[in-house]
């Protein structure tokens, strides 16, 4: 099944890139490498490069695993407190295209709708945390939350 042609045109060659694969086994080194290489200051500006960082896995996903990255000193609350860096755990061309969905994200994230892409690597992205609660199928179904 072909898929639709998006509504919008986004090259993807200004999305900065990092020729890294984080092993999906031990990925703790990597998800510190694509946060330190994307966020080399921190994302509060912090100029100490080797502060420890709070790299905190959340749950739910079914073809990502999800790490929200900050500086240990940090809160989670405040302007750029974090970062996302989401792992593709398998590839899955037939059903799933990596780039549309980048495409799309870009897309929402011009509108307020997504968080501000810091990069991709190889078997990911990593992308600005938003603190909040993700909504369940039920309220996304509600107009007044969902909009």
């Given at each position: 099944?072909?898929?639709?042609?998006?509504?919008?045109?986004?090259?993807?060659?200004?999305?900065?890139?990092?020729?890294?694969?984080?092993?999906?086994?031990?990925?703790?080194?990597?998800?510190?490498?694509?946060?330190?290489?994307?966020?080399?200051?921190?994302?509060a500006?912090?100029?100490?490069?080797?502060?420890?960082?709070?790299?905190?896995?959340?749950?739910?996903?079914?073809?990502?695993r999800?790490?929200?990255?900050?500086?240990?000193?940090?809160?989670?609350?405040?302007?750029?407190?974090?970062?996302?860096?989401?792992?593709?755990?398998?590839?899955?061309?037939?059903?799933?295209?990596?780039?549309?969905?980048?495409?799309i994200?870009?897309?929402?994230?011009?509108?307020?709708?997504?968080?501000q892409?810091?990069?991709?690597?190889?078997?990911?992205?990593?992308?600005?945390y938003?603190?909040?609660?993700?909504?369940?199928?039920?309220?996304?179904?509600?107009?007044?939350?969902?909009?």
């Amino acid at each position: 099944m072909a898929l639709s042609p998006l509504p919008f045109q986004d090259p993807l060659g200004d999305v900065p890139f990092l020729n890294l694969r984080v092993e999906l086994n031990n990925p703790i080194d990597g998800v510190a490498a694509v946060f330190r290489h994307f966020l080399p200051n921190g994302v509060a500006g912090d100029e100490e490069r080797d502060v420890k960082l709070n790299i905190v896995e959340l749950s739910g996903g079914l073809i990502n695993r999800l790490f929200r990255v900050s500086h240990h000193h940090q809160s989670t609350d405040g302007p750029y407190a974090a970062a996302l860096v989401r792992l593709h755990k398998t590839e899955l061309p037939e059903v799933f295209d990596r780039d549309r969905e980048l495409r799309i994200i870009r897309f929402l994230a011009s509108h307020g709708l997504f968080g501000q892409i810091y990069g991709r690597f190889e078997n990911g992205i990593c992308y600005r945390y938003q603190n909040g609660e993700p909504l369940t199928v039920d309220q996304v179904a509600q107009p007044d939350i969902a909009m």
